[in-house]
């Protein structure tokens, strides 16, 4: 089974009630959306299902679909336990199924499914990825494996721990190699400290589709904490190299998370989209500038950024930050590359 260790209470915790003391007018209502990147779960007394997904679409955005991502809930128990999180892709696509009936409203819900097969498995990932496809019904792109890794605690703030290089292994290698073949991405979630591993391993694999989750998690807290230029110069640096691959794309969003080291969650009242703009603008423009719109894509990573800010609020602070691209480069940001990378259909 995959040796990932979950721990959800890394996340900054959901408060409806503090989130629901700021609200805005949506910014530019009628641009549209796909949202690459959000979970659907229900861990003990921390559940996100359609119900609130559907809440948080609905809020005044134009989100015309929406990818899941892997996030460890509703495995599979018994069996085979590397086969265990099929279970999660059959419960997604059972989801977006009840979507497509056209009885939920008109996002196209989990229209793409991430989920999670262990590659440390080596060969014997493919029949894992062979069976998480056909639990996808036509929907599974791709998967991801968290490979987080700092030697120091208070840096190594995911919610995965993972062990020390698990990107260089022979093992997990082995089972990369069979992404390609099957047609399937790879969403890669690291620290910025971490960089130069998945830039190698986008050099090794020309040929597989990697998305970069989170502007590549540069580290604000632990030993980081008090030197965000110093982190910003080495992360920005990082960046620039990754983006020399041609086949990675990057996700512009997650910044809402401890790791970034804001603390909007520590105020009496949440944040505007105006602080959040002002906050996060230098790490996503960064990513632009290295990678082109035509190879970024915002999410909204919810509901764990929504310990931070609300989904209405989220996108202002996005709208904002990009008030000055071109018509074009909007279509990109906001839908053209996600639907180019996860292959979907939806269309404004």
């Given amino acids: 089974m995959s040796t990932q260790t979950l721990n959800t209470s890394r996340h900054i915790p959901v408060r409806p009630d503090w989130l629901a003391t700021h609200k805005e007018e949506v910014i530019e209502p009628g641009l549209p959306i796909i949202d690459p990147h959000h ?95 056909v639990a996808g019904g036509g929907r599974f792109r791709g998967i991801r494996h968290i490979t987080t890794w700092h030697a120091d ?52 694999f020309p040929g597989t589709t990697i998305v970069m989750n989170h502007v590549a998690g540069p580290i604000n807290v632990g030993p980081y904490a008090g030197k965000r230029e110093e982190v910003f110069a080495d992360w920005q640096a990082k960046v620039r190299t990754l983006a020399t691959c041609p086949n990675v794309s990057m996700k512009l969003g997650g910044l809402g998370m401890r790791l970034f080291g804001f603390n909007f969650h520590e105020a009496t009242k949440p ?15 960064a990513c632009i500038e290295a990678f082109g719109p035509n190879r970024c894509m915002f999410e909204s990573n919810f509901p764990v950024d929504k310990g931070t800010c609300s989904y209405q609020v989220l996108w202002n602070a996005f709208k904002r930050i990009s008030a000055k691209a071109s018509a074009d480069e909007k279509a990109a940001l906001y839908r053209k590359t996600a639907a180019r990378v996860y292959r979907l259909k939806a269309e404004a």
């Fill in 153 to 204: 605690p208070n840096a190594a703030i995911s919610a995965i721990l993972a062990p020390p290089g698990t990107l260089e292994t022979a093992a997990f290698r082995e089972g990369f190699a069979c992404l390609e073949p099957l047609g399937l991405s790879f969403d890669a979630w690291v620290y910025h400290t971490q960089l130069d591993e998945l830039t190698g391993l986008a050099r090794k």
């Fill in 271 to 285: 944040p505007s989209s105006e602080q959040l703009a002002q906050a996060w603008r230098p790490y996503i423009e």
């Fill in 39 to 133: 979970h659907l779960w229900n861990h003990p007394g921390n559940g996100y299902l359609l119900p609130e997904l559907l809440a948080d679409v609905g809020s005044g955005h134009n989100i015309i679909s929406t990818v899941f991502m892997e996030c460890r809930s509703m495995y599979r128990e018994g069996g085979d336990p590397d086969m265990a999180p099929v279970g999660e892709t059959e419960f997604v696509n059972g989801i977006a199924a009840m979507s497509a009936s056209g009885g939920y409203g008109r996002t196209r819900i989990c229209e793409g499914i991430v989920g999670h097969a262990n590659l440390t498995l080596g060969s014997k990932a493919r029949q894992i990825l062979e069976a998480l496809k």
